[in-house]
């Protein structure tokens, strides 16, 4: 056979391949691009919203108020629930509220019908949503809603694994907000017992404080008892009578230190008597023409400074018959120990 006549009919054989490869391209373009049109783009217009946006953006409940449930569900045909669940889907109430959402249709539809196209791909296509819905019932902590919604989503695809995740996320939640419950009430008893014992505490030392002062008073009133007294008499011997001042004037006049007249308790420093702390202070002061004290200073005291101020004080308030000097009145200074004892 001749080698060019081989060469020839192959070659006409690879020409006549090509243009049928091409066409059957051609046709199978067609046909994808002719089920695009008619089959798929079709079904998902039918189950998008075509007034309430995308199925990708729900909205709850509170942000969008749902119709009224239809009056008889369990009388209407495979149409009447696709149709209302179409709605339901429209207006984004993929699983609320209870009754009327576009979940329970669907499977009101496959409970009429067992294997309804339209109704499992619409309940598969937006699982996902319908998911997002129940995690936001989650995140909101009401854990009674979704529950139901998560019941709700295992009809539809009990295998998902998405319902795995949402049930850890509840479970999570459940036992964070018990925590959280938790921790509140044994603060709350925390503050309220230390309120308490901050009460009892307060009442105890209360008492404790008007025991120590009333003892503090009545020890006072003890040491007080022999400086009147003393007083009195000095009072007494001053008030001589008449003639016997005129005799000393006539002798060259009369001369004597100077006579308390009326002494001042201490103030007991209210840190020392809580403490039930005892000392003594020793002060230095000048008593002039008129009886009183003056330049008043600690000399020594034991312990330092707790009792300084009140000693002070107290000899202040001092008034005392002025030091006589040929029958005149004169300055003189004295130095004193004041104890301060419970």
Do not use: C
């Not at 018990?178 to 014992?197: P, R, S, V, Y």
């Amino acid at each position: 056979m001749d080698t060019r006549y081989l060469l020839d009919t192959r070659r006409h054989a690879r020409g006549a391949v090509r243009p049928v490869a091409i066409a059957i391209i051609v046709v199978v373009v067609l046909l994808a691009v002719g089920a695009w049109f008619l089959i798929i783009k079709p079904h998902q217009e039918m189950v998008m919203a075509d007034a309430g946006g995308h199925p990708s953006s729900p909205v709850s409940v509170a942000e969008r108020a749902a119709p009224a449930a239809p009056a008889n569900v369990a009388a209407m045909d495979i149409n009447q629930l696709l149709s209302e669940a179409r709605t339901a889907m429209n207006e984004q109430r993929y699983l609320a509220p209870v009754g009327n959402n576009a979940f329970e249709f669907y499977l009101r539809a496959l409970e009429k019908q067992p294997g309804n196209q339209v109704a499992t791909d619409a309940l598969r296509e937006t699982f996902p949503f319908a998911a997002t819905s129940a995690e936001q019932a989650i995140n909101s902590r009401d854990f009674n809603e979704a529950q139901r919604q998560i019941d709700l989503l295992a009809k539809a695809d009990p295998t998902n694994f998405t319902l795995t995740i949402l049930r850890s996320k509840l479970d999570a939640q459940r036992k964070l907000l018990d925590k959280q419950q938790q921790q509140q009430t044994a603060d709350q008893q925390k503050t309220e017992l230390a309120a308490q014992k901050a009460a009892a505490d307060k009442l105890q030392a209360d008492k404790l404080a008007a025991d120590q002062q009333k003892a503090l008073v009545d020890q006072q009133k003890q040491k007080q008892a022999p400086v009147a007294t003393q007083a009195s008499q000095q009072t007494a011997t001053a008030n001589k009578p008449a003639a016997v001042d005129g005799a000393a004037a006539s002798s060259g006049g009369q001369s004597s230190e100077a006579v308390l007249v009326k002494a001042a308790a201490p103030n007991y420093p209210r840190p020392a008597l809580q403490a039930q702390q005892t000392g003594w202070v020793v002060v230095a002061f000048t008593i002039d023409v008129d009886g009183r004290p003056r330049d008043v200073k600690v000399v020594d005291s034991q312990p330092r400074i707790v009792f300084d101020h009140a000693a002070v004080d107290a000899v202040n308030r001092y008034r005392f018959t002025p030091a006589m000097k040929d029958g005149v009145a004169v300055s003189s200074t004295r130095q004193q120990k004041i104890e301060f004892n419970l």
